[in-house]
């Protein structure tokens, strides 16, 4: 099992790794080149950074993920690609992507998306707040209590 992190623009890095850490999981980081750090990172982080341009990182993403691998991702397309290949896939808030729900997600992108070229406002995500940040700790630190123990 390891960790994979859609790393452009997700703001639970640090949890991840202090959680990989705890029990000691491999961490995946796969991002944009334009995410680039020199920032040292423990041994069991791990970074693969990929070209600029549209869903590059979950191309190669898609490509890595395996079975039993948890993967953390606000993108509902990313998700529904990685759910098929055995992946646990949580978004950034805590909430698991399952199989039965990612149709509606996606329907819903999509007719958000169609709403936003007609012209209307929609609603953008909330802020993340560091209550958002304590949950999601909270529900994944549960999760992997669970998987590692079993």
């Known amino acids: 099992m390891r960790l994979v992190i859609d790393g452009d623009g997700s703001p639970v890095k640090e949890e991840v790794i202090q959680l990989g850490e ?3 999981l491999p961490v ?3 991002t944009s080149i334009d995410h680039y750090t020199n920032k040292e990172e423990p ?3 791990r970074f693969i950074y990929v070209d600029k341009g549209a869903e590059r990182a979950d191309y190669e993403i898609v490509k890595l993920i395996a079975a039993n691998d948890i993967l953390i991702t606000q993108d509902y397309g990313l998700a529904s690609l990685a759910l ?9 808030s ?5 199989k039965e729900t990612i ?3 996606l329907n819903q992108r999509y007719m958000s998306a169609q709403m936003r070229k007609a012209g209307k406002k929609t609603k953008g995500p ?3 707040t560091q209550k958002d940040r304590e949950h999601f700790f909270a529900v994944l630190n549960d999760i992997l209590t669970k ?3 079993d």
Do not use: S
Request: charged share 35%; net charge positive.
């Open 103 to 105: 149709d509606m997600l």
């Open 94 to 98: 805590g909430e698991e992507y399952k």
């Open 43 to 45: 041994d069991f982080v």
């Open 22 to 24: 705890r029990f000691r």
């Open 84 to 92: 098929p290949k055995g992946a646990r896939v949580f978004h950034q």
């Open 126 to 128: 909330k802020a993340f």
């Open 147 to 149: 998987e590692c123990n």
């Open 28 to 30: 995946l980081i796969v």
